[in-house]
T-cell receptor, first 113, second 113 residues
Framework: DGGITQSPKYLFRKEGQNVTLSCEQN?????MYWYRQDPGQGLRLIYY???????QKGDIAEGYSVSREKKESFPLTVTSAQKNPTAFYLC????????????FGPGTRLTVL | GEDVEQSLFLSVREGDSSVINCTYT??????LYWYKQEPGAGLQLLTY?????DMKQDQRLTVLLNKKDKHLSLRIADTQTGDSAIYFC?????????????FGGGTRVLVKP
């Protein structure tokens, strides 16, 4: 089955610790995205990558970092510099040559205690 | 920057039609999307409309676009209990770097039996 996987579904971390959220896709999509969702709010773009070894900041990149060493993978690290990291994180991918649709993963809910 | 606004909540009886409204500010928006999110899950694309269209129908879904007023609506005919979810409107501007989407805050639809 083709799709996007995010793991884990729930993640708990202590304040001050860095944490890395996984996003993998086997859709052969070039572009990948990380969004943050807070209750009652829409999705806000953290980072995106249009090609391997390249990525760009979105609207709320402060306190986050990413890497894109492989086409299939776009991990997001939430650093201790992120002031309010507790949120639902969604990864998406898109075939930049053909589709307008961004396909979303199931999300990871991060809770910082 | 771009902004997308939606009402927060809609309650509808099973079998009735639901209409979810959205306004956007970016006059260069080329594509406008409707996504559905069920509890604890990622986003599922329901439909999208290109900015040179007024209407798009897909089974129970009808999208209306008033480009002059920058108003988008999604009508769900014969609403079912399985349609209870959060619905997000999103726009993509012509100059959007990385094909970035701007999301509204979501409309929570509750279908009562």
């Amino acid at each position: 089955d083709g799709g996007i996987t995010q793991s884990p579904k729930y993640l708990f971390r202590k304040e001050g610790q860095n944490v890395t959220l996984s996003c993998e896709q086997n859709l052969n999509h070039d572009a990948m995205y990380w969004y943050r969702q807070d209750p009652g709010q829409g999705l806000r773009l953290i980072y995106y990558s249009q090609i391997v070894n390249d990525f760009q900041k979105g609207d709320i990149a402060e306190g986050y970092s990413v890497s894109r060493e492989k086409k299939e993978s776009f991990p997001l690290t939430v650093t201790s510099a992120q002031k309010n990291p507790t949120a639902f994180y969604l990864c998406a991918s898109r075939n930049s040559r053909a589709d307008n649709e961004q396909f979303f993963g199931p999300g990871t809910r991060l809770t910082v205690l | 920057g771009e902004d997308v606004e939606q009402s927060l909540f809609l309650s509808v009886r099973e079998g009735d039609s639901s209409v979810i409204n959205c306004t956007y500010t970016d006059s260069s928006s080329t594509y406008l999307y409707w996504y559905k999110q069920e509890p604890g899950a990622g986003l599922q694309l329901l439909t999208y409309i290109f900015s040179n269209m007024d209407m798009k129908q897909d089974q129970r879904l009808t999208v209306l676009l008033n480009k002059k007023d920058k108003h988008l609506s999604l009508r769900i005919a014969d609403t079912q209990t399985g349609d209870s979810a959060i619905y997000f409107c999103a726009s993509r501007g012509a100059q959007a770097a990385g094909n970035k989407l701007t999301f509204g805050g979501g409309t929570r639809v509750l279908v009562k039996p």
